[in-house]
């Protein structure tokens, strides 16, 4: 069920990109760069207060990166709505040992852009986002790797959100930076559920670079 979501959401998007369905002047289309932090947030299965105090399930954090490309709509003047499709490179780990778990991304945004007539807009916006694991791997120190998918959940399910400004840089084009926040909501682990893991993303900084579709063809 949650592969065919995902497979209609994306030919949604082709086609919206393909034939500018909702009006041009409303429609937005760029791309898409996140430089995030990158952990796995555990579930002991002992208790909230000890997963927070990191007693039994200690967080590794490691910076990575999320390439991609995003439509926004824009159905009143204040509210958007987007969807982008990344490729995010994602895991947690150290120096010893390193989770490297790759994934197909779709999120799905509704946001706030307050006075979007000037050239600052403080922006905000958050929704669901779709996750479909490519690679996942344990890299040890020694140059050994270890493939993972089989105790790996291949769809995963979250809540991004992101605040920032957007910069008015033409009349047709738009540079948006914001602070990014990710978190699963489903565990990751195929084989126990008391000890849950999530991805985790605590900072992020998302870069967008938009252009209005009705100033392509000028």
Do not use: H
């Not at 895991?91 to 799905?108: C, H, T, V």
């Not at 493939?147 to 840089?169: C, E, H, T, W």
């Amino acid at each position: 069920m949650i592969k065919t979501a995902f497979k209609s959401i994306l030919t949604f998007i082709l086609f919206t990109v393909a034939t500018g369905c909702f009006g041009q002047s409303k429609v937005e289309l760029g791309v898409r760069v996140i430089l995030q932090r990158t952990t796995l947030r555990y579930t002991s299965g002992v208790g909230a207060a000890a997963d927070f105090l990191k007693i039994n399930a200690p967080y590794y954090s490691r910076w990575r990166t999320a390439l991609g490309v995003g439509i926004v709509y824009n159905p009143l003047k204040k509210v958007r709505l987007g969807a982008d499709l990344l490729y995010s490179l994602q895991g947690g780990g150290y120096e010893e040992r390193k989770n490297n778990l790759n994934y197909i991304k779709l999120p799905l945004w509704i946001g706030y852009n307050a006075s979007p007539n000037r050239k600052l807009i403080f922006s905000v916006q958050s929704g669901i986002e779709l996750s479909y694991l490519v690679r996942a791997k344990i890299k040890y120190a020694t140059g050994e790797k270890a493939d993972i998918r089989q105790y790996v959940n291949k769809i995963s399910l979250g809540i991004p959100f992101a605040m920032g400004v957007k910069f008015k840089v033409s009349s047709s084009c738009y540079l948006t930076t914001q602070v990014y926040l990710y978190t699963d909501v489903n565990t990751l682990s195929k084989n126990n559920k008391t000890f849950g893991a999530y991805n985790y993303i605590y900072p992020g900084l998302r870069i967008a670079i938009d252009r209005n579709l009705s100033n392509f063809k000028k």
